[in-house]
């Protein structure tokens, strides 16, 4: 949280300058067709709205005398998106904007370099365009929605698809000067927050327990709003008067009709008493905890209270979005580490001053759990607004080696994830090295040619992820000695299965679980290790643990990686440690066997095990093959349409070998390292100080979109299909499945891919839907009605031209029955309702997508029973999906197996 006050002489207060970096949501480019196999999609240049919004739509019904219609077999839809959580994501690379403005509106207003511009001067066109250069950018209410209203529409005149987030700030306040007296003009945001502090007072005199006191009377420095002020009720609870009042001038002064697409909270912290020093303490009687500074008991009350108005005011915000019918306004902070009682309500936090943050490295700013970035990005609501800031060093030289190495670092970094970073002089004042000039190779590239481009038209060139971060682990267990040398791959087996050679397993109360050895599941070999979780435990991972019974020698920050396979009932995190070295990480493992690499660091020389700790997430974890060597052996890789980003965080030089050939960037900043090779393999320089290592982007050498699919078939439990020259055959639940399979193609024009989804049948022994990519790689896996159902699933698909979506309906035979429902982007099955379906005994949902009520999208449901139920639901009802009672279902017929228009 770095952020500074200026006032300028006489006409000018600099409002509040801070470094942040930012993540957004938004859109990309889709269109859309139904064949008799295949969905065709196509997102274009219109807003849309959000799934919520989409099933709250208030649409009239029409007359219902009409005959059903199915969906015509080609549709052109034309539409982009706002933030939502359903929306694509705005193409890669997310490089943002965070700059401060004076209240008169510089540096947009007047010349660049005076801050002392007249309110009145004209915009600056370069430099509206400069930041109309990046998706996203961050500033000040005042005077952006008070003072100066020509510079948003400014902004997207010059960029139609820019997000511009309103800045505010939890816990700070100065005194409303403007023009050297003591107001803003009415109705300034800045003038609007002091006086919700100072409960009406414009005077520059502060004074009562709505300020935040240290215990010799001054106002406390690092905070001088008193968060935890709170007045008690008739029914003897607490309301936290002043954090709603904050809530309140943030909302009304940051809110979408004043032009915003979001808001951004800085300083906005959980706690303050680790600013706390010797000689400054907070005065908690003054701050209405009760009488004695010495009692620890009333710092305590304090450290509540502070926790407790933290939260009214997220929630307050929240609140006022939902009321004035922005439900899903992006709403994201700043300070220290985002707390998790927050995720329900917030999109998202900073990392601030990365790699600095948090223990200065990748490890603990990234992976830290559970508020490291790539823990945090499936925590946060949806949509998710996720930041790295990253400041330049020194800011007089942004195209130094090191300077680009660390902007590499950092939009690397935030790449792995769906966040933005910002690279800017620290303080975040525009006026120090003008960066919002600042343009890299990487931030544009032109992709006929591989050359980097400066400017809107070549941004967004990676285009949409293929999948998640992973870790590109390529580990040579013969350079380096193994650490372990006894049953690494649980192959040997004991007197019961809870007795495993080498490894000692440990379930501790009151957590409940079991780990034994599974003969039923393995990466290599037989056998692997199975943790399992009933009850979990709130706090301690290794509640539930398998350690290794053999020790090693470790030396203290020096580098040893843990290799080893692993897959879990559902994705979570599992924690790998050397148990007395004092060194953790915890790494996302998906439900698909795949090989992972620790990274740990001990702080301390000596000997110690190596354990798998799953104890405080309830589910199943399998590990093998499990190997510990000095040094790393991996790097973490992201895919994307049109290339790749890798990124080295360790302490050492790495090699990368490449699958096939990748291009680098023609660059003109720094064409030694971009310089448009081909290549099969890259190498990273290391971490070598301040926690910095590096990245590279890559370009695919064949950026043509894949061949058109020619076939799709579908025998017994199989699919097959062309693209190309390339025949696949993928068996999508493997050769024990029992039944039937429903299989649909959706081709994505823009960018140009095509994926699979497929469902097993009613009366078939597995209950998941999947999604491939054309080559038959999984994308994604959801399981509607959890990992105990075995029934099979009735399942149905449509494209809704009106509302741009392709949606899934699933059933399955369940003792409450149930739909649920998704959407089927390139990447995801993005689960968004469920509907419940009357019926006394388990049956078997028939579902079909129709078109009723002329050219209305429909959902009929039967259950085979005398008389057959019959179940209609609107897609665009002005609440959830629910029965539509007024239509006719007489005119529906089903005879057990299909739903036919009489």
Known sequence: MRYFISKWPRRITLGLVVACGVAVLAA????????????????????????????????????????????????????????????????????????????????????????????????????????????????????????????????????????????????????????????????????????????????????????????????????????????????????????????????????????????????????????????????????????????????????????????????????????????????????????????????????????YQNGGSFYTNMLTYPWGYLHQERGFRSPQYNYIFTGSEPTSEPYSAYNQQKMRFGLGSASLGNGYHAFEDVSAAPVNGHYYDWWYDEYGVDLATGQAGNGLRYAGWLGQPQGEAYQMVYPDFTAKPDRLTTNQNFEMSGASPTDIPGWVGAVYSPAVGSVTRDTTTAAEGNASVHLRVDVPHNVYDYMVKIASSQTFAVTAYQQYSVTFWAKASASRYVEIQFASANAAQSLPVTTEWRRYQAVLKPTSSGSTSVQFNVGTIAGDVWVDNVHVQSGVSSVWRRDFDNGIVLLNPSDSVQTVPLEKAFQKIKGTVNPTLNDGSVVSSVTLTPNVSQGIGDGIFLLKVDRAPPAAITDLRVSGGSISFTSGRHRTTILPFGPRYRGGLFAKRISFRSPKRTVYLVAPTAGSNRDEVKLYDNRGRPLATVTPFGQSSRRGLTADVIAQPKNQRVYLAVAGRQRQPTIQLYEVTPQKLIHFSSLGIASLVPRNITLRFMRLFRNEDMLVAAIPQQPPAISVYRLNARQRPARDRSYNTAKLRYDGRRITWR
């Open 28 to 355: 990309t480019n889709h269109r859309a067709s139904i064949a008799q196999d295949a969905v065709t999609l196509d997102y274009g240049a219109i807003a849309r709205q959000t799934f919520t919004q989409l099933l709250q739509q208030a649409e009239s019904l029409v007359d219902s005398s009409a005959g059903p219609a199915e969906p015509t077999n080609h549709l052109n839809i034309s539409a982009a998106s706002t933030n939502s959580s359903s929306s694509p994501l705005q193409p890669f690379p997310h490089p943002a904007m965070y700059g401060g403005a004076s209240s008169s509106g510089w540096p947009f207003v007047g010349t660049v370099d005076n801050p002392l511009s007249p309110s009145n001067a004209p915009l600056n066109t370069a430099v509206i365009n400069a930041y109309a250069k990046f998706p996203q950018v961050i500033l000040p209410p005042t005077p952006l929605s008070d003072g100066r209203l020509d510079i948003i529409p400014a902004f997207r005149a010059s960029n139609p698809a820019i997000k511009v987030f309103g800045y505010t700030v939890g816990h700070v306040t100065w005194c409303p000067q403007y023009n050297g007296l003591n107001n803003y003009p009415v109705g300034y945001y800045y003038r609007d927050y002091w006086l919700a502090v100072s409960n009406g007072d414009p005077s520059c005199t502060p004074s009562g327990n709505r300020f935040l006191w240290n215990q010799a009377s001054a106002l406390w420095g690092p905070a001088n709003v008193n968060l935890a002020f709170r007045e008690q009720q008739p029914d003897g609870t607490y309301r936290y008067t002043l954090a709603e009042a904050l809530a309140e001038t943030m909302y009304e002064h940051a809110k979408p009709s004043r032009g915003f697409d979001g808001i951004f909270v800085d300083i906005f912290c959980p706690g303050v008493l680790w600013a706390e020093t010797p000689t400054e303490l907070i005065d908690y009687a003054r701050a209405g905890y009760g009488t004695d500074n010495s009692d620890s008991a009333n710092r305590t009350a304090f450290d509540a209270g502070w926790k407790a108005g933290h939260r009214r005011l997220a929630e307050r915000l929240r609140e006022l979005a939902v009321a004035d019918g922005h439900s899903d306004l992006p709403i994201a902070a700043n300070c220290g580490q985002g707390p998790a009682e927050l995720q329900p309500i917030l999109n998202g936090w900073m990392r601030e001053n990365y790699p």
